[in-house]
């Protein structure tokens, strides 16, 4: 974790991680793409520093010119580790570098399509709304960062985009932990 947090004294992280959760839960909400409870998936979660360690470089590199792939890309990401868990985790737990894996497979630039479409086997509608859904939470995501007015280079700058990116990957496995039937419910 050292990386991407001062011993929890960001608070404005903290409250920027808090503010995007709710605006994607409440927008995925109402697309109905996730449930009002939101899945508890500790493997996905344990997985989440070790691919954005090695997402960073490229998603900081393609974030000027581009920051709805940058940061959609990450909800890609955060889906196909949900249905690799799902299907062969045994399998996919043991690749060294998860996120390198996928991206290999077509490269950087087509990594949402090979998402989409291998990972997630998507076509059709289901491949289209998927599109538009994830370009619709990056643009939200990318709104509230530019709303923080952080300075370009800057290591407040840096935690705004990893909050960012961490929270789409939530949401991502999230919704595809639902559109696999898995649910949260109270138990009594």
């Not at 996730?34 to 493997?43: H, I, L, T, W």
């Not at 996120?99 to 989409?116: C, P, S, V």
């Amino acid at each position: 974790m050292e990386i991407f947090e001062e011993p929890l004294g960001d608070e404005r992280r903290r409250l920027l991680e808090q503010e995007l959760r709710k605006d994607l839960h409440q927008f995925l909400l109402s697309m109905k793409e996730v449930d009002n409870r939101m899945p508890e998936c500790p493997d996905v979660e344990e997985k989440w520093e070790e691919i954005a360690k090695a997402y960073i470089p490229d998603g900081i590199r393609e974030f000027q010119d581009f920051p709805s792939a940058s940061l959609g890309w990450m909800m890609y990401i955060g889906m196909a580790v949900a249905k690799m868990w799902d299907t062969e985790w045994e399998i996919y737990s043991k690749i060294e570098d998860l996120y390198a894996y996928m991206r290999d497979k077509r490269g950087y630039d087509a990594m949402d399509e090979y998402i989409r479409e291998e990972v997630l086997q998507l076509q059709g509608v289901d491949y289209t709304v998927l599109e538009k859904v994830t370009g619709e939470c990056a643009s939200r995501v990318y709104n509230a960062l530019m709303h923080q007015r952080l300075e370009p280079g800057t290591k407040e700058a840096f935690n705004g985009y990893v909050a960012c990116l961490h929270q789409l990957y939530l949401m991502g496995a999230a919704m595809q932990l639902k559109r696999m039937g898995y649910h949260m419910t109270k138990m009594n």
